[in-house]
T-cell receptor, first 111, second 113 residues
Framework: QKEVEQNSGPLSVPEGAIASLNCTYS??????FFWYRQYSGKSPELIMF????GDKEDGRFTAQLNKASQYVSLLIRDSQPSDSATYLC???????????FGSGTRLSIRP | DAGITQSPRHKVTETGTPVTLRCHQT?????MYWYRQDPGHGLRLIHY???????DKGEVSDGYSVSRSKTEDFLLTLESATSSQTSVYFC????????????FGPGTRLLVL
């Protein structure tokens, strides 16, 4: 059973601080990794994807991938109240033409 | 929502009745997906399509069927709705399977009484 694990939270972070969200996955053959943000009552929207080991930065967001340790993380710098949402990690496994989602981490940015 | 619409957006139905949800895209993407989202379970794949008339099962396909007669439309049918199928249903599309990212529709909230 291929799995994607996330801490459900809530993760509470003060405004302006760095929020760190983590995700682990079970299949070493995984190739693509995605972070989605989902506001309450809305559909998931893509924040970032990463394919290679290391860091990938996009504005205030940085995705980090460590295939040897089978984890992917998302850092949000200068956290804003508008970042309060559920963050979904998703993984595409090498043997499948579909992706597996984690259950999400709820992030709350407190003013 | 990347040119994706879902209908209906909300539906209340009774146990045992058939229900069809529609996903319509204007992006001409080859791949389309149906997910359900429940508290504590995240998004779970029901069925997906990799072309007209080409579909395959996901991890929670029991009790659901799909059809895709045109590139732009992907239908999800609950053959005989049960209370366990109360959920939020999302359609998603992607250009080249999972080489590209998936983009989601607005969702359909289904309540089975």
């Amino acid at each position: 059973q291929k799995e994607v694990e996330q801490n459900s939270g809530p993760l509470s972070v003060p405004e302006g601080a760095i929020a760190s969200l983590n995700c682990t996955y079970s299949d070493r053959g995984s190739q693509s990794f995605f972070w989605y943000r989902q506001y309450s009552g809305k559909s998931p929207e893509l924040i970032m994807f990463i394919y290679s080991n290391g860091d990938k930065e996009d504005g205030r967001f940085t995705a980090q991938l460590n295939k040897a340790s089978q984890y992917v993380s998302l850092l949000i710098r200068d956290s804003q109240p508008s970042d309060s949402a559920t963050y979904l990690c998703a993984v595409r496994y090498s043997s499948a033409s579909k992706i597996i989602f984690g259950s999400g981490t709820r992030l709350s940015i407190r003013p | 929502d990347a040119g994706i619409t879902q209908s209906p957006r909300h539906k209340v139905t009774e146990t045992g009745t058939p229900v069809t949800l529609r996903c319509h895209q204007t992006e001409n993407h080859r791949y389309m997906y149906w997910y359900r989202q429940d508290p504590g379970h995240g998004l779970r794949l029901i069925h997906y399509s990799y072309g007209v008339k080409d579909t395959d099962k996901g991890e929670v396909s029991d009790g659901y069927s799909v059809s895709r007669s045109k590139t732009e439309d992907f239908l999800l049918t609950l053959e005989s709705a049960t209370s366990s199928q109360t959920s939020v249903y999302f359609c998603a599309i992607s250009e080249r399977g999972n080489q590209e990212t998936q983009y989601f529709g607005p969702g359909t909230r289904l309540l089975v009484l």
